[in-house]
């Protein structure tokens, strides 16, 4: 998008150049009126040039959300008889659903279930990342302590075993230290509960699905043209507009590698905006989680900040004079209204004020330059 506009800018530069060069018979000793340089066929006035921070900025359109996606697969035999609603927030050792009226608790971590885990002849016997995110799990949720249980360790030992029979009780169930395969669902994080699958009192069997779910955190999601891939990073700030008007502060997470082809559609009932370009996936965090509200898949706008300078010596785009060989200058008007041609050097461009920053030996803060009246 900075590029597009990038060059519709220093297309209307060029446009510029070519007017001053007709308008301005000796651009080094021109006379001026008190609003303005009189000597161009073009109204125009003066801009005091300044120093003052600046940053380099696209706005994008893009969803606001709720961070991962996970699908919740039944191990159990039985019934279903109970199960959450959806919004529902399921944290860490608390009961998701029920089969045959036996609570299936929520357990956290990367690995999913897909055996039962017991204590073995020995603790090196029944070993793996199960059992390492369920030790980490009984020591979080107090059932054993770190002194007692390595959170970290991956093997089945005897205070595994005591750690499962308290997390049994806590939940109502007979206390035989083995949780059996279909007693637990692992996710990574805590599950906000987004859809149901399974029917209550229908019956449930291995490998049924019966709920989705995604995690608690706030999470932007912009689908980012290709072309912009290379002008945003991990940690950029970014502006979040709600819709309702309120502005949040956001960083960039994530920034996607492989481009996603748009959908074949009819262009004259596609909707507005829509991009005919492959895509990315780019993820931001909003920094204040609370500010977002509880919109869900709801459209947002989204500033990138990619760059910034403190201190520069800017000017409008429009004072830009397109020089031979690909330069650039600006038009001063001096002491006597005495007019000159200043090399300059671009920089950072501030594309939603329209200003650039530029650097030259001619040039400093509180001379005049002159740009299009407007």
Known sequence: MRRRLHAVLVGAVVLAAAAATLAIADPFASTASANGVADNAYPTSLYTVARQDLSDQSQVSATLGYAGSYSVVNHAEG???????????????HVLYQVNGQPVVLLY?????????????????VTGPDVR??????????????????????????????????????????????????QAVFLPTAARVTS?????????????????????????????????????????????TLPDSQNTPGVITSVGTVATAPATSNSSTSPAGSSTSPTITVLANPTDPAATGDWDQAPVEVTITTGSVSDALVVPVDALLAQTGGSYAVEVVGAGRIHRLVPVSLGLFDDADGLVQVTGSGLAAGQRVVVPAL
């Open 196 to 240: 149901v699958a399974a029917t209550l009192g229908a019956a449930a069997g291995p490998g049924q699905p019966v709920l989705s779910a995604s995690s608690t955190t706030r999470q932007v999601s912009i689908a980012l043209d290709t072309g912009q891939q290379s002008e945003v990073a991990v940690g950029d700030h970014v502006t979040i």
């Open 109 to 125: 971590g990367s690995t999913p279930a897909y055996r039962s885990l017991s204590e073995g002849a020995s603790a090196t016997d």
């Open 133 to 182: 995110e369920l030790n980490e799990d009984l020591v979080a949720l107090g059932y054993v302590t770190s002194a007692e249980l390595s959170p970290a360790s991956d093997e089945f030992s005897w205070w595994t075993k005591a750690g499962v029979e308290d997390l049994q009780a806590a939940l109502g169930v007979t206390r035989n230290g083995t949780l059996a395969l279909g």
């Open 79 to 93: 019934t279903v008889t109970s199960l959450p609603t959806v919004g529902q927030v399921v944290t860490q050792g």
